[in-house]
């Protein structure tokens, strides 16, 4: 054991002085062991542990309790967690202290790396439910397949799962196993009034509290309730535009939109299953960001129309608008239009090194659709460039909501200019129906959609931080439409939540790092109207640039 454990603190040294994250691999572990492990090898290790001193403390999960021989590798996750049931871990600060302390955290924040032993061929973990609905399946998908990355099997046959891991949703008398008890959400059909209360465990808000499990609350049912959009089927009172606010979703009403509560579900059932099974394996997301552009009005003066710039001309002659002359330069190109700063994003993005996706409209010009014909040759030769350098989507008009002809035709019309079908489509005006707005997209031929956020608040619609599959409740099944969330858009900040800049930065600081820490995706929107530094957007390139920095990998 002794011998054991002096190989085991040089590997871990050598891990931790690469610096490594992730899974580690190659030079710092060369070679698999087979041990048994107990409470002295557990010490040992420990004690090698406190040769080094990390900037974040080391949490070891108790993964020394069985006994079986097995061939073991380093996972090192960094993760950020609220630890709020009584979870047992032997916490390890260099420097505090001459010894180790093994006592139960039942309440705090658990910040840094976590260190796990795992099989390097990674066991499956099964579900045993009476009944497998499509909601279980396509919520089970998301909690182990996309954000979790956990082999898993679901099952309605007990003696198919024996002395393997397995989670027990179900009702019925179950001993000395993993269990979640159901609120009958999942079981059900189609769209009832169900309006879950938000209760707190800790800090931690969750939905459809459940007493007589290992986790006191249907993670599941809270996990399908967010994902599908659930409210969003049921009466709500809409905006002038027929949206859904976010000041009365129930995460805005329960004061956790800013957070990723499915991506901190989803890390509290992995750390609760660990504790029980040492031997599943959780998969390392990488944080990423990307910037989304969108153009719904490329210039102010130009490409405008006869029609449009002789109204122009009157509203600035009878001091309304644009000075007269200043609009007839920039029509003739003496001077640059006014939303033209597509040069400044270019710039910016490229010396961030940041990546982008830009969003045209080909729709017909109308009271809320401003863009240029879409034959227009300036316009053309932008989306071709853009489309090209970054790649682009289809913003589709607002005319187009609930219109499949309308949206059909303008897919058409982006494909005659890009060469190549809209894959990727956001919404003009992030006006979003459930389902009938997916299932449009869907027939038109989308397969990505970057619609998923409100534009009254920032934060989390659909409470991850992560690409995820549209499930549509009308139908009961997952589709395969994937949903690309974002979580902060300029005009929320300035126009919905009347923000200075150097608050707006903070917003965007709070949901870059509760991103960062469920290792997601952050996405935002941005105009190229609202980088002009003119019309009330002065101060705002700052906004711009700082996020790039922030946002960085």
């Keep these: 054991?002794?011998?054991?454990?002096?190989?085991?603190?040089?590997?871990?040294?050598?891990?931790?002085?690469?610096?490594t994250s992730?899974?580690?691999?190659g030079a710092a572990f060369t070679a698999a062991f087979a041990v048994s492990f107990g409470d002295g090898a557990t010490m040992l290790f420990?004690?090698?542990?406190?040769?080094?001193?990390?900037?974040?403390?080391?949490?070891?999960?108790?993964?020394?309790?069985?006994?079986?021989?097995?061939?073991?590798?380093?996972?090192?996750?960094?993760?950020?967690?609220?630890?709020?049931?009584t979870t047992k871990v032997v916490k390890f600060s260099p420097g505090a202290s001459n010894s180790v302390n093994k006592k139960d955290q039942h309440s705090g924040t658990v910040t840094g790396r976590f260190i796990k032993f795992a099989d390097m061929a990674t066991r499956k973990l099964w579900i045993y439910s009476p009944e497998v609905s499509p909601r279980l399946e396509y919520a089970a998908g998301v909690i182990f397949s996309t954000v979790l990355g956990i082999n898993y099997e679901i099952t309605t046959d007990r003696r198919k799962i024996g002395g393997s891991p397995a989670v027990f949703y179900t009702n019925e008398k179950v001993k000395d196993q993993f269990v979640i008890r159901p609120s009958g959400l999942l079981d059900a059909t189609g769209v009832e009034q169900i309006r879950p209360e938000v209760s707190f465990i800790g800090e931690m808000p969750v939905l459809f509290a459940a007493e007589g499990g290992s986790i006191p609350f249907?993670?599941?049912?809270?996990?399908?309730?967010?994902?599908?959009?659930?409210?969003?089927?049921?009466?709500?009172?809409?905006?002038?535009?027929?949206?859904?606010p976010g000041a009365a979703s129930l995460a805005g009403r329960g004061g956790f939109l800013r957070i990723p509560v499915v991506e901190i579900w989803s890390k509290f059932l992995a750390i609760e299953l660990i504790r029980r099974y040492p031997v599943l394996t959780i998969r390392h997301n990488e944080y990423s960001a990307l910037v989304t552009v969108d153009v719904d009005q490329?210039?102010?003066?130009?490409?405008?129309?006869?029609l449009r710039s002789m109204g122009g001309l009157v509203k600035g002659l009878a001091g309304v608008g644009a000075r007269p002359a200043d609009r007839i330069r920039t029509m003739t190109g003496e001077l640059p239009d006014p939303y033209d700063s597509f040069g400044y994003i270019e710039e910016k993005l490229k010396e961030s090194q940041s990546e982008a996706l830009f969003f045209f409209p080909t729709g017909d010009q109308g009271e809320y659709d401003h863009n240029p014909p879409f034959r227009d040759h300036d316009y053309g030769e932008i989306i071709r460039r853009y489309d090209r350098m970054y790649g682009s989507?289809?913003?589709?008009?607002?005319?187009?909501?609930?219109?499949?002809?309308?949206?059909?035709t303008e897919a058409e019309r982006y494909s005659a200019i890009t060469g190549h079908p809209p894959v990727k489509v956001r919404q003009h005006w992030l006006l979003l129906n459930m389902p009938d707005t997916y299932r449009d997209f869907r027939e038109a031929g989308m397969t990505h959609d970057y619609t998923m956020g409100y534009h009254d608040e920032p934060g989390f619609r659909a409470g991850i931080a992560r690409p995820f599959p549209f499930y549509d409740l009308a139908t009961e099944r997952a589709t395969t439409l994937t949903v690309v969330p974002f979580q902060v858009m300029d005009v929320t900040l300035r126009q919905y939540m009347h923000l200075q800049p150097e608050a707006a930065l903070e917003v965007v600081r709070t949901l870059i790092a509760a991103t960062r820490n469920a290792g997601g995706l952050f996405v935002s929107i941005w105009h190229n109207t609202s980088l002009n530094e003119g019309n009330g957007w002065e101060g705002w390139r700052h906004v711009f640039e700082e996020m790039l920095f922030m946002q960085k990998v």
């Design 298 to 306: 490329p210039f102010a003066y130009r490409s405008r129309g006869f």
């Design 1 to 19: 054991m002794a011998a054991f454990a002096a190989v085991l603190g040089l590997a871990v040294l050598a891990g931790f002085a690469s610096g």
């Design 393 to 408: 989507g289809l913003h589709s008009s607002y005319r187009s909501a609930g219109r499949i002809r309308t949206l059909k």
């Design 46 to 85: 420990l004690a090698f542990l406190r040769r080094r001193t990390p900037k974040d403390p080391i949490i070891i999960f108790p993964l020394f309790d069985f006994l079986s021989p097995l061939p073991i590798f380093f996972e090192i996750l960094n993760c950020e967690h609220k630890i709020t049931q």
């Design 22 to 25: 992730g899974v580690v691999t």
């Design 218 to 244: 249907d993670l599941f049912s809270a996990v399908f309730y967010m994902l599908s959009r659930y409210e969003e089927y049921l009466p709500f009172s809409p905006d002038a535009h027929g949206r859904f």
